[in-house]
């Protein structure tokens, strides 16, 4: 049993000699390297910077940045199959707006890119779109998660409003959030 107010309660040691900044880098085992790097650069638009060889990691590796950082994400060849989804549940690439979002899912549409989920989860409000990679990876690309101050107010509970669409989340948001398409013809797009 998950006991969620104990657990809520835990916090960082007062002690602790380092400041954690971000996740720098992601990386994954991929049955096929080539497939793979084909689907984070034409789908999801990253660059390679670098490229190993098997001679220098078994199964060979590539780097792929979305940023100034060198890599954001790391392919290393030779998985045995696709990935089980034990391990790694998702993770999440965020965009500057709302239009991007609803852009982005239908360029995954157009690459039949299978979607798993779109809309509004609940804590943290974030307006998404989820999908696979090649190997099966849930990936995610969001706009608006909610931002924790110095104050350390955290949105309550009562407070989240799931949404099974990127319509239905922009239609029902949260308090505070102001979801606004900056094109408004991507809604109608939508309907279409």
Do not use: C
Not at 39 to 51: H, N
Not at 89 to 99: K, M, Q
Request: proline share 6%; charged share 25%; net charge negative.
């Amino acid at each position: 049993m998950v006991e969620v107010e104990k657990i809520k309660r835990l916090a960082a040691s007062q002690d602790q000699p380092f400041d954690l900044q971000k996740i720098g880098h992601v990386v994954l085992r991929v049955t096929d390297l080539e497939r793979s790097a084909r689907f984070y650069t034409g789908v999801l638009g990253m660059k390679i910077s670098d490229v190993y060889s098997e001679e220098l990691a078994p199964g060979g590796m590539v780097f792929m940045r979305f940023n100034t950082d060198h890599h954001g994400i790391a392919l290393v060849g030779g998985a045995p199959g696709p990935g089980e989804r034990h391990e790694l549940h998702h993770f999440a690439f965020e965009v500057a707006t709302l239009d991007e979002v609803f852009r982005a899912r239908e360029h995954l549409r157009r690459h039949q890119v299978p979607i798993v989920f779109e809309g509004r989860r609940r804590a943290g409000a974030q307006i998404a779109v989820e999908f696979l990679d090649p190997d099966g990876h849930n990936l995610e690309i969001y706009w608006g998660v909610d931002q924790v101050g110095s104050d350390q107010w955290v949105r309550p509970a009562e407070q989240w409003r799931g949404a099974a669409s990127l319509e239905e989340a922009v239609a029902h948001p949260v308090p505070g959030q102001r979801p606004r398409l900056l094109d408004p013809t991507l809604l109608e797009h939508s309907r279409a």
